[in-house]
């Protein structure tokens, strides 16, 4: 007997995995837009004086606005790590073999 259910779950599972990592891309290119955006505007105010070079000083600002997020971005990290052990067990079961007497 062929179970129609079984793909569901893991369906359900890998979308919202999708959906996961597609909020944690755009936490993270919004991290990256607001750091340059702060550096074009340090460098701007600062023609005279130097602190850094710029590309280090876009990653001290990438830093520092990862750090305030943290939260927020260590959160989505578990929720997707626990997605992918779900999805690993889905996949699992799927390929496990079905005894005789279950029929």
């Known amino acids: 007997m062929i179970d129609v259910l079984a793909p569901k ?3 359900k599972a890998i979308g919202a995995r999708c ?3 597609r909020h944690l891309d755009c936490l993270n290119r919004q991290i990256a837009a607001r750091a340059g955006r702060q550096a074009i505007t340090v460098k701007v105010r600062s023609r005279a ?3 850094s070079g710029p590309r ?3 990653q001290e600002l990438v830093d520092r606005l990862a750090f305030e997020r943290w939260g927020e971005l260590d959160t989505l990290a578990s929720r997707l790590a626990v997605q992918e052990q779900i999805i690993d067990a889905l996949e699992h079961c799927g390929d496990a073999p079905v ?3 279950a029929r």
Do not use: F, I, V
Request: net charge positive; glycine share 6%.
């Open 56 to 58: 280090l000083y876009h």
């Open 49 to 51: 004086r130097r602190r």
């Open 9 to 11: 779950p893991l369906a």
């Open 19 to 21: 959906e996961t990592q």
């Open 99 to 101: 005894s005789p007497g």
